[in-house]
């Protein structure tokens, strides 16, 4: 029964993160590059500039003391501006808000937005922050009065709180606590374990039939008209994709902005703010580790600078105003703490803190390894996928899609979660055709947090081949608990090297508010070659061969997970036209 109930959420969120079918953008294209900048002109959330002192933070210690020297050096009376999806109470992250504390009593500033559901379980930390009242807090888009009354009385769902809980935190167990706590819902499932075999054996002879699917449709209705309250239960369950559409819209950037002496200066990347992010994965091997314990460290990418905007109508500090300003950025209440539970916060931040900086030598070594600078001012462009933007006007789709196209030799894409979507094959198609050598570099079913998109991506990786044609994909050859990829950079042609918070699949180009700095050389530079090979060098990569990927196939058979995720993409088409 578990497998079934699986197979049947699988369905309606897998679908509502993978499917691009019913979710295209539209017409629109990605226009040729007009005026200023060197992205198409009706971007606009994009800010066309001049970074100076441009560093690329190839490891987690580098752009985490970067951070620190933004907070140190802010001046007083400015304001700083951080953006991060997570948030934590950890080591690193202590360290950090030491820094924060320290530049507010200094008279700094702080605006700090969060993602309301990945921040939950660290409100009390979070309102210890903000009890100096120069630190303000937003935590992005909380569930919506309607979401929780479609689960409490449509669903009947008596246990709607582990379902959202298991939405927030991706736990599978709460989710489908939350689905068999409905008394209309949990028949429902269990009548179509037979038909779900049924799909099963029509896909494996090789397709289905009109017939068929005629009869699939008689056997839905029939299983529906049979079960007393299922008719008026599917209905409800087709607007789970709806609700879930909003619901997974989170706050994914990856930003701070701060005001120093020597100009306006910014990091953008992947990284959140954890120790799996923050310190490097050398840690690992130290016999003080303190990484002990955690997942393991994120392989991740930020590039900072000083930023000179040239087209001076918006800065990306006023599309940070947007976002902060927004109705679905919800201030964190200024609740007084108690004596004692304010006192176990401090306590504990400074135990956490002391950790660290008995550590940080090492810490900072690391950092100064994994720094490259580049000597030169370059050009650049930030784009975001803005939490207002409708679905055709997600700008770094647009972004990629208009740099793949205009491709002449090469394009190299690091994401940490890959599925592609049809918008970015029909680039990746154009770019092959005109004999671009594309290798696309990502995690492996071992490396990855998040292995449904990988099982996904593996089920469909034929299929990418044979419409785009000669492409080549790579996964991450570390062992389990050695280290996962978390960067989202691009490289296309040694001249346009894109670092930022976006990955290639449809959670980023679809739901997720994202951001984007890209830097153009001009011409072909050693520069993007020096970003690039610390990851293609330093780690070690597979290339996904037919073999290899057919034994991937067959592996994933064996996984009980793996098999529902599998059955939903392989059946993908017939469940759109059903």
Known sequence: M????????????????????FLKTGDRTPSSSTGEGFLPADLTNSVFGEIENATVHLTGDSGFFKKVAMLENALPGSTISMAYFIFEDDYSSAFLVQKMLAAADRGVNIRLMVDYFMSEKYIPWLQFISSNPKIKIKRFRPPTKDFKNYLDNELAMKASDAFIKGLMSQNSELLLMGM???????????????????????????????????????????????????????????????FLRTFLRRMHHK???????????????????????????????????????????????????????????????????????????????NTKLESAVLGELQKNMLTKANIYLENIARMKERGEHGTYAISDKVLAQYVENSYLSKLDGKEITLAWQH?????????????AYLYLYPELIESLKVAASNGVQIDIYTNSATTTDLSIVNVGAYSQMNDWIAKIGAVNFYELGLGKQEGSLHAKIINVDDIFVGIGSANSDPRSHLFDTNNLMIMNFKKPTSAAQEVFSFYLEKLPWEKITPKKLQGILSNLQTDEKSKTVLKVTQLQDVIDQL
């Open 403 to 415: 740099l793949i196209e205009n491709a002449t030799s090469k394009i190299q894409i690091v994401s």
């Open 2 to 21: 578990k497998s079934s109930i699986i197979y049947f959420f699988s369905i309606v969120l897998f679908t509502s993160l993978i499917s691009c079918s």
């Open 180 to 242: 068999m706590s409905s008394d209309t819902v949990k028949p429902l499932i269990e009548s179509q374990a037979k038909l779900l075999e049924d799909l099963k054996k029509l896909k494996e002879k090789g397709g289905i039939s009109p017939e068929e699917l005629n009869g699939l449709k008689f056997s839905v209705l029939q299983s529906v008209m049979t079960n007393p309250g299922a008719l008026e239960t599917v209905k409800s369950l087709t607007k789970m994709r709806s």
């Open 255 to 333: 930003i701070a902005i701060a005001h120093t002496s020597n100009g306006k200066e910014f990091i953008v990347g992947g990284r959140n703010i954890s120790d799996e992010y923050h310190i490097g994965a050398d840690e690992l091997k130290h016999e003080k580790n303190l990484l002990k314990g955690r997942s393991y460290p994120f392989y991740d990418c930020e590039v900072s600078g000083l930023f000179a905007v040239h087209n001076s109508t918006e800065d990306f500090e006023d599309t940070f105003d947007k976002l902060w300003g927004s109705t679905l950025a919800v201030l964190l209440p």
